[in-house]
């Protein structure tokens, strides 16, 4: 066997290992609009059982691995791109939606059914490198190095397909690389040439027409299909980017305006709605350059600060469609300073829709920034009269509480802190949540207001803030200086005149609040005023979370407690569905994800009729010690990294592409270290060393916000790079060290790795939820040091029998 025959299969591995992470990006993408945010991390889960439970299936049926090595390789890999495109067909019919899990008992099926259908393509993948190490002897450094450089270019090689070819487009592409890792395996056989050429080039005639053939299906729930279900209503376009899908739509339902005064009985000016990933709604307004034509905007309750500053300087963050402009150019601002971190939506504005939307963003007072918002404030020298928070993320996900897994750094307490660094000495820091009785995520912004003004320095907070509702919305004013006697007079006629609740000002009469939207009690005033006056009892006696986030644990829509649920449950009139769209999906995910575990990996294993594994388990254990730190670290540090990259698609791609890439070099480099030597103990110590180091230091991270996105990439690969390639030497030094007592051991090494894996990819999130990435970061470490002691006991075991 000759080392070509061996480059070429690590080609072909490579090329697979492309597709497989390539499948995984895309998916996470593709159900995060087709579904809801949870399924993010569901599908790593999900890619990571598969790898698993291949290396049970191996171990099993040992005798199938021992057939032709190329035979194999290139079946396992023509049936991985085969399944790629088959399962997501059939995915797509199949009914699940976890809106209605709390009346149909059959989503939880469903998530099974979903569990197996889908990681049936990383099955297929995992058994295609698992072969190639089981049977590589010496080079199984190489193959492994092969995996993961070939895992690191598909995290980042995926990205700018997305803008052209769609999600449908991109999963067909997917297909298509692994086709070709296919092909590169059957260059030493005869037999499947044509028929692999045959599935290729049906995948290169579907590509540009996979959209219409096998779209997007959107759950029939969000906002994108409710919009289209209006009389004449119609999609006008839908645009793709790497971490968003814009559709543009002419529909009844869009009446954008927030909270807008029911005072107002004219006409809104006509609207295109852009609706992004299916969900979120914003909309370009007409505007013919006559201000006269933006009344309605000083009907908003946003508009209120424009009466209490004079010609501002403005700064409106996630402007989306350009309401927040408007109202600044009809408060007569003397600079409007505008971020929008989605180049698609600035693009429709400014140029498809130009004229529609009045040339707002080519006004000379206008300066539009394609930035996310926390970059962009922390990157700023200027200062301030107004930074405007209008209603960022859309109303829906606020009601729905949908986002509970969604980590949002603009409503943290270091966010809101910069925020009010940044105002003028009498600017205003405006935010806007949607109403969501009973209070919880839209009362916690008064909980950050107050939390960022003690840290800044404030000893009496309430003077600074102003609290005020619509039928719709709850409004948060925040003040460099205390609101003047002059301010709040102008605060309660404005009030008065839109029929709007003050809830606090400072100096509050109880018989000023709930008077025009009522409740049956004054909810909204009583809990400013205990937040005021008595917090920290009252956060830990309150059915709800509405503490202040942090960056340490950034939540902002995860308001449950874990030590409450029967409770919260019977407040919710006793209904499930809050409680699974809060975040509690995860721990179901958790426990099928153990229960699949244990069908597919574990309970196979007892049927094979061999001890040895018994008499090893020290030795598997550390393949899933090994397993479940290095997930942990991978995935605290996308959460932790989405602060530094902007979003979720990036931080997920570039970590993974640096991860990924660092772990091939060190398993490349591992072939120069003898297994269960010194030097292996000391990579694993340093391994769990450097975690524990993340996990003290990593609140400071943000201090690297105000440098450029390039360098914030590089950032993240000084960071990532050095503790990845660490990592991705303990496994192949485990594989060498165990194939010297019991070769047929290794597939099950795979298995239990890749078990660990599974939990590794949800136990973290849940972790995340209640104690902070630090904390996880902590016990990888820990996971990392412990394997240590299974080295060190397995040199002493061997000196004792010397």
């Given at each position: 066997m000759t080392m070509d025959k061996w480059t070429i299969r690590c080609l072909g591995i490579a090329l697979v290992s492309i597709a497989s992470l390539m499948l995984q990006v895309t998916y996470t993408r593709v159900f995060s609009i087709t579904l809801w945010y949870h399924f993010v991390w569901m599908i790593v889960s999900i890619a990571l059982l598969g790898y698993a439970i291949s290396g049970t299936f191996l171990m099993i049926f040992h005798g199938f691995s021992k057939e032709n090595i190329d035979n194999l390789l290139s079946l396992t890999s023509a049936l991985f791109s085969v399944s790629v495109l088959i399962t997501y067909i059939i995915s797509n019919r199949v009914p699940f939606d976890p809106i209605t899990i709390a009346w149909d008992n059959m989503q939880v099926i469903y998530i099974f059914v979903y569990y197996i259908l889908l990681g049936i393509p990383f099955f297929l993948s995992g058994m295609t490198t698992a072969i190639a190490i089981e049977r590589s002897e010496t080079r199984v450094n190489t193959v492994y190095f092969s995996s993961f450089l070939g895992s690191a270019i598909g995290s980042i090689f995926v990205l700018p397909f997305f803008k052209y070819l769609g999600g449908s487009g991109v999963v067909v592409f997917t297909s298509l690389i692994g086709g070709l890792g296919a092909v590169v395996f059957t260059l030493y056989l005869k037999k499947r040439v044509k028929l692999l050429m045959g599935w290729i080039f049906l995948l290169i005639i579907l590509l540009p027409y996979s959209s219409t053939i096998i779209p997007v299906k959107v759950s029939p729930y969000k906002s994108l299909n409710i919009a289209l279900r209006y009389q004449n209503a119609e999609l006008i376009e839908t645009q793709w980017n790497s971490f968003s899908r814009i559709d543009v739509v002419e529909s009844g339902y869009i009446r954008y305006a927030p909270g807008l005064s029911l005072s107002y009985i004219e006409n809104l000016p006509p609207q295109i709605g852009i609706i992004v990933d299916g969900n979120e709604i914003n909309a370009i307004t007409s505007y013919d350059g006559n201000l006269s034509t933006l009344t309605f905007t000083s009907y908003l309750p946003s508009y209120l600060p424009y009466h209490l500053v004079e010609n501002p300087k403005v700064l409106v963050i996630d402007a989306g469609g350009g309401l927040g402009v408007l109202s600044a150019l009809h408060g007569n601002s003397s600079q409007i300073i505008v971020t929008e971190e989605n180049p698609n939506i600035v693009n429709l504005v400014k140029d498809s829709y130009s004229t529609f939307s009045g040339n707002i963003y080519l006004d000379s007072r206008v300066d539009i920034e394609v930035f996310e918002g926390r970059s962009y404030i922390q990157n700023s020298k200027d200062e301030y009269d107004l930074i405007d928070l209008s209603l960022i993320g859309s109303s829906s996900t606020s009601v729905s509480g949908i986002y509970a897994l969604s980590e949002n750094y603009l409503y943290t307490e270091e966010a809101f802190t910069s925020c009010i660094e940044h105002l003028s000495p009498?600017?205003?820091?405006?935010?806007?949540?949607?109403?969501?009785?009973?209070?919880?995520?839209?009362?916690?912004?008064?909980?950050?207001?107050?939390?960022?003004?003690?840290?800044?320095?404030?000893?009496?907070?309430?003077?600074?803030?102003?609290?005020?509702?619509?039928?719709?919305?709850?409004?948060?004013?925040?003040?460099?200086?205390?609101?003047?006697?002059?301010?709040?007079?102008?605060?309660?006629?404005?009030?008065?005149?839109?029929?709007?609740?003050?809830?606090?000002?400072?100096?509050?009469?109880?018989?000023?609040?709930?008077?025009?939207?009522?409740?049956?009690?004054?909810?909204?005033?009583?809990?400013?005023?205990?937040?005021?006056?008595?917090?920290?009892?009252?956060?830990?006696?309150?059915?709800?979370?509405?503490?202040?986030?942090?960056?340490?644990?950034?939540?902002?829509?995860?308001?449950?407690?874990?030590?409450?649920?029967?409770?919260?449950?019977?407040?919710?009139?006793?209904?499930?569905?809050?409680?699974?769209?809060?975040?509690?999906?995860?721990?179901?995910?958790?426990?099928?994800?153990?229960?699949?575990?244990?069908?597919?990996?574990?309970?196979?294993?007892?049927?094979?009729?061999?001890?040895?594994?018994?008499?090893?388990?020290?030795?598997?254990?550390?393949?899933?010690?090994?397993?479940?730190?290095?997930?942990?670290?991978?995935?605290?540090?996308?959460?932790?990294?989405?602060?530094?990259?902007?979003?979720?698609?990036?931080?997920?791609?570039?970590?993974?592409?640096?991860?990924?890439?660092?772990?091939?070099?060190?398993?490349?480099?591992s072939g120069k270290i003898k297994a269960g030597t010194k030097n292996h103990v000391i990579i694993l110590g340093a391994i769990g060393g450097i975690s524990i180091i993340f996990g003290l230091f990593s609140p400071q991270i943000h201090q690297v916000l105000g440098l450029s996105f390039p360098l914030r990439v590089c950032f993240t690969l000084f960071i990532v790079g050095p503790i990845g390639f660490l990592m991705g030497i303990p496994f192949p030094l485990g594989i060498r060290l165990l194939s010297q007592s019991n070769n047929e051991l290794i597939n099950l090494a795979w298995a239990i790795n890749g078990c660990a894996s599974v939990i590794g990819s949800i136990l973290p999130i849940i972790l995340a939820f209640n104690f902070g990435f630090s904390r996880v970061y902590i016990l990888a470490g820990t996971a990392y040091l412990l394997t240590t002691l299974i080295i060190l006991n397995k040199n002493k075991a061997k000196s004792h029998n010397i």
């Open positions: 009498d600017g205003i820091l405006s935010v806007q949540r949607g109403l969501l009785p009973p209070p919880r995520e839209d009362i916690r912004i008064v909980s950050l207001a107050i939390s960022s003004l003690i840290k800044s320095g404030i000893s009496k907070p309430e003077e600074h803030i102003v609290v005020f509702r619509s039928l719709s919305t709850l409004n948060l004013l925040v003040g460099k200086k205390p609101f003047t006697h002059q301010q709040l007079s102008l605060i309660r006629r404005f009030c008065s005149e839109m029929s709007f609740d003050i809830v606090y000002v400072a100096g509050v009469d109880p018989g000023e609040v709930n008077k025009y939207n009522r409740f049956p009690d004054p909810i909204y005033f009583n809990i400013v005023k205990e937040i005021i006056n008595n917090k920290e009892e009252f956060y830990r006696n309150y059915l709800f979370d509405i503490s202040p986030t942090t960056d340490e644990k950034p939540f902002f829509f995860n308001f449950f407690k874990g030590n409450r649920i029967i409770e919260t449950y019977n407040n919710l009139d006793k209904k499930w569905q809050p409680l699974i769209e809060g975040g509690f999906l995860v721990y179901l995910v958790l426990v099928q994800a153990l229960i699949l575990s244990i069908i597919f990996i574990f309970l196979p294993l007892q049927r094979i009729e061999n001890d040895s594994y018994k008499k090893n388990s020290t030795s598997l254990f550390y393949f899933f010690l090994i397993g479940l730190g290095y997930m942990f670290i991978e995935i605290t540090t996308i959460q932790r990294f989405i602060l530094v990259l902007g979003n979720s698609i990036y931080s997920i791609s570039i970590v993974f592409f640096s991860l990924l890439l660092s772990s091939g070099i060190g398993s490349y480099y």
